[in-house]
């Protein structure tokens, strides 16, 4: 049986969540965009947990739903990595170019889903989200 988009997405986002990532975003682009369904947003504290998060990513992904990437991007010596899934989307940023690129903002009409997940960010209850918000 196939895996749906939203159970790919909750996938990656348990994953990036188990390897200690901040901020975990995961905002519903099904009737927003023709790129994907969903994009994962979180953040690393460090090149080797951007590193760490990627790979549990595409293992948990892999393992849980029968998938791989169809790419992944700025894996080395970058501050943002991207693990294209087609459906799913994942970026996995350091905060300055989360605080950059502001992807939450750019999409900001979108749902947002609560996975409940410990390093989510808080609707309206986070300083970091309002700062991203705002940049």
Known sequence: MAVTPLELA?????????????????IDLSQASDICDYFVICTARSKPHSDA?????????????????????????SSWALIDFGVVVVHV???????????ERLWGDAPRVDFGL???????????AVALQEG
């Open 53 to 77: 998060i990627v790979e549990e990513v595409r293992e948990k992904v892999k393992a849980n739903c029968n998938e791989r990437p169809l790419s992944v991007e700025g894996k080395v010596g």
């Open 93 to 103: 940023f350091r905060p300055e170019s989360r605080d950059y690129y502001r992807l």
């Open 118 to 128: 410990e390093g989510a960010v808080e609707e309206g209850d986070d300083k970091q």
């Open 10 to 26: 909750r996938t990656a986002a348990i994953a990036a969540d188990d390897k200690k990532a901040a901020d975990i975003v995961v």
